[in-house]
């Protein structure tokens, strides 16, 4: 069974950077066809997908979050990581990592992909 669990600060002060990580286990990030995904949702707004990283450490970022977003990951501990520069307030959101068979072409989520981690609730607050 494929279980992947977030981790990170659930407070952020505004202007520093965010850094989440995704512990996979189960399955390997190393291989296979997947995209190792990360999506949020802000208080009231509808899911958006952030980006994803390959098992060969291809990423790809939302054209919206391209210029402060970024997706690594350390596959001897199965984990990989998101990091967020320059938050705001409207960063505040609950953030899910997720293990999709396709990569998306649009920020839109419709669903929560069913191989997701619970959520991690961020705050962005001074």
């Known amino acids: 069974q494929v279980r992947l669990q977030e981790s990170g600060p659930g407070l952020v002060k505004p202007s520093q950077t965010l850094s989440l990580t995704c512990t996979v286990s189960?399955?390997?990030?190393?291989?296979?066809?997947?995209?190792w995904s990360w999506i949020r949702q802000p208080p009231g707004k509808e899911l958006e997908w952030m980006g994803a990283?390959?098992?060969?450490?291809?990423?790809h970022i939302s054209p919206s979050l391209k210029s402060r977003a970024s997706i690594s990951k350390d596959s001897s501990k199965n984990q990989f990581t998101l990091q967020l520069t320059s938050v705001t307030p409207e960063d505040t959101a609950v953030y899910y990592c997720a293990r999709e068979p396709r990569l998306r072409t649009t920020g839109i989520v419709p669903t929560l992909p069913p191989v997701r981690g619970q959520g991690t609730q961020v705050t962005v607050s001074s």
């Open positions: 990283i390959t098992y060969s450490g291809r990423t």
């Open positions: 189960g399955a390997s990030i190393k291989t296979g066809v997947y995209y």
